[in-house]
């Protein structure tokens, strides 16, 4: 088999990590920039390590800042440890799946999803109950059903659950944040850097329902939850439900955070520089198909879409 279509090696992993941490962690100059395209030009197996790295960059958000800085300490010139790399080598596969690395040294076999998508991907499925469920991109649940309930956890990402009213068994739902209740709800989640944002559009949903600061949902709330438990009501510039049919449907949205959404949908790294990030966007747009919604972008607002490699775009001014 040609090398080019071998899986990359644990050394070219590593590196691609080391550049993850280095490009999102920090504004690389010309010289890194110029030492990245190096990198990813020297190998073909380069080339596929970035790219399946890469689609885990949201799951940097809890990557510990003693070893972001570690990595990013230009002073020091040091390189991870291979101690750390496989403390980032856990936190990337805990919230990422790494499906194309062994679980085993790590002691990660437990945490395989039932059900998982990748960067991009939206898949639908059916419960055995006849419930409805959707799962965003990059996103990965757990589905357990008994005589008593039926219970889903939320290992990452965003879905949606259209729940079967007809079965009498309670709902429960974990996520991050703790527990949710519901029998009747069609309800999306989805986790962010807050915490979890909770929409219901049809039925009831009890928040916290074993506590005593419980919170019955109603159907057309939409509400933002923290890891400390407190909520409140979220305040969009789109339509949370807008991916269910395959579209990104914002109104007046800031350019850096429709880049922000938009980049979830996309392997690499997509970035919005800041004299642009305030333009405001509205429209709605095919998921399907993200290089037509930055060509739409470049003849819509006055910007220039820079592409560094496939895997790297900017967005700056025209």
Same mark, same amino acid.
């Given at each position: ?96 799946? +790494?499906?194309? $690395? @062994?679980?085993?040294? *790590?002691?990660? /076999? ?9 960067? #991009? !991907? ?12 959707? +799962?965003?991109? $990059? @996103?990965?649940?757990? *589905?357990?059903? /008994? ?9 990452? #990402? !965003? ?20 527990? *949710? ?138």
């Amino acid at each position: 088999m040609p090398s080019a279509e071998r899986a990359p090696a644990q050394a070219q992993v590593d590196q691609a990590i080391e550049w993850l941490v280095k490009l999102r962690f920090d504004t690389p100059s010309p010289c890194t920039e110029q030492q990245f395209q190096q990198w990813l030009a020297s190998h073909p197996q380069n080339i596929q390590a970035w790219k399946r790295v890469s689609e885990l960059r949201d799951e940097l958000a809890v990557l510990p800042s003693e070893l972001s800085r570690r990595t990013l300490d230009a002073s020091q010139r040091q390189r991870i440890s291979r101690r750390d790399q496989l403390k980032l080598l856990a936190v990337l596969a805990v919230g990422g799946g +790494l499906g194309w $690395a @062994s679980r085993e040294p *790590l002691g990660l /076999s437990a945490l395989i999803a039932d059900s998982s998508t990748g960067t #991009g !991907e939206r898949r639908q499925l059916q419960g055995s109950d006849g419930s409805r469920l959707q +799962l965003n991109t $990059a @996103s990965a649940i757990d *589905l357990h059903f /008994s005589s008593e309930q039926r219970e889903l956890t939320l290992i990452r #990402g !965003e879905i949606s659950l259209d729940s079967n009213a007809d079965d009498n068994r309670p709902f429960r739902i974990n996520t991050r944040v703790g527990e *949710l209740d519901t029998r009747n709800g069609q309800v999306l989640l989805r986790e962010n850097d807050k915490g979890l944002l909770l929409a219901v559009r049809r039925g009831e949903v009890t928040l916290f329902p074993f506590s005593p600061s419980a919170r019955l949902v109603q159907a057309g709330e939409v509400l933002q939850v923290s890891p400390g438990g407190r909520y409140a009501s979220a305040s969009l510039h789109g339509d949370p439900w807008g991916w269910t049919d395959g579209v990104l449907s914002v109104q007046q949205m800031p350019l850096g955070e429709f880049v922000a959404e938009l980049a979830r949908y996309r392997p690499g790294l997509l970035r919005c520089a800041p004299e642009v990030a305030g333009l405001k966007v509205s429209g709605t747009y095919q998921l399907g198909d993200t290089e037509q919604i930055l060509h739409l972008l470049s003849h819509s607002l006055p910007v220039r879409i820079d592409y560094r490699t496939r895997y790297w775009v900017n967005i700056g001014a025209a």
